[in-house]
């Protein structure tokens, strides 16, 4: 790993983490048991990811409501616009609202036929992250919004100008964080936000670190989302199929170096895609210099 990072200032470092709410009793319990774990960390805020056309409303609710019982962590909801119209997820922000919601991940959401379908706006709904996040902003101008941003382009874009473009839309429309899809190319990354700020925009672009737990689905998942897989990550998890300690070492290594060589290159802000389990983030985060608490168990 990089020897700059004997010179981490933590106090500089913000993090946060993102869950998707569980489908059942066990997920449940996992999902609590990494919130609880993670939250030592003080994060900036844990998201909660919403299904497409509302699908996950009620558990994402739930899951948001039980984050604000239980922890004193912010709660961030995701909400996206495919297939429904303006007044109905309006209806699920204000829902949001009365649990102590009071910021928002505003995306469009995939395509309702899936990923690699044609996307069809509602005739009667928000078309795109950018009208959504000014939606939420109409209903309370104090709402905090964040949104996608993708250093590899979105695959529907036809080119990067167009992705900056609306980019640009989203902060226009009062969006005030863009957080991007998951990377392994920190050149990529840089250059996304070189062309971003040559293009005015000005919020933080936050990296979204994915610590990769099942190299198979990354990367089944990155072909259909646009991110590139470099020949090396899958190498390094060869042979690894029947090792789960040896392949959480070497996702650990994996995650820590590129947010080790983000921080040389400046970056502070962190949104780890958590996938409801703690330990490699819990580890990441450790080396980022942040300091969580110290469990028996932990050391054994
Ligand atoms: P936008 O940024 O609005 O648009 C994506 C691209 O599509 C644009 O670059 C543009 O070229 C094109 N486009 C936009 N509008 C139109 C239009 N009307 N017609 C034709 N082309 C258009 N998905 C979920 O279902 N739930 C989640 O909780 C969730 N959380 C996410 C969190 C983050 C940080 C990220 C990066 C993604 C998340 N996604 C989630 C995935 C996201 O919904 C998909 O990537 C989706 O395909 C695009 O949504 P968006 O808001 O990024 O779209």
């Given at each position: ?113 899936g990923i690699g379908t044609k996307y069809a706006p509602h005739p009667g709904g928000y078309a795109n992250g950018a009208e959504l996040a000014a939606g939420i902003r109409a209903i ?41 899809q998951f990377f392994f190319d920190n050149d990529a990354y840089e250059r996304y936000v070189e062309r971003a700020r040559r293009a005015g925009i000005y919020i933080p672009i936050v ?87 110290n469990r028996e168990e932990a050391a054994a």
């Open positions: 790993l990089r020897r700059s990072n004997a010179s981490l200032n933590a106090n500089r470092i913000n993090v946060s983490f993102e869950f998707f709410p569980p489908k059942n009793g066990d997920m449940e319990t996992t999902l609590f048991e990494s919130v609880t774990r993670l939250a030592p960390y003080h994060p900036d805020f844990v998201s909660v990811t919403y299904g497409a056309g509302g699908s996950t409303r009620g558990p994402t609710l739930n899951t948001v409501r039980r984050i604000h019982a239980e922890t004193d962590l912010a709660a961030a909801a995701h909400l996206t616009c495919v297939g429904s119209t303006r007044e109905e997820v309006d209806a699920v922000v204000r829902e949001f609202a009365d649990v102590g919601v009071k910021h928002f991940v505003a995306l469009r959401g995939d395509p309702q036929g309370d101008e104090d709402f905090e919004v964040s949104v996608s941003a993708y250093p590899e382009k979105h695959p529907e874009s036809p080119d990067f100008a167009t992705d900056i473009d609306l980019l640009k839309r989203k902060m226009d429309a009062g969006a005030t964080r863009a957080i991007t990296p979204g670190i994915l610590p990769i737990h099942n190299f198979g689905q990354v990367a089944k998942f990155a072909n259909m989302c646009g991110a590139d897989i470099p020949d090396w990550l899958g190498e390094r998890f060869d042979g690894l199929e029947n090792d789960p300690e040896t392949r959480a070492l070497v996702a650990t290594t994996i995650a820590a170096d590129q947010v080790m060589d983000l921080v040389e290159r400046g970056v502070h802000d962190f949104h780890f895609y958590t996938m409801n389990r703690a330990k490699l983030v819990y580890a990441i985060c450790h080396m980022l210099g942040l300091r969580g608490e």
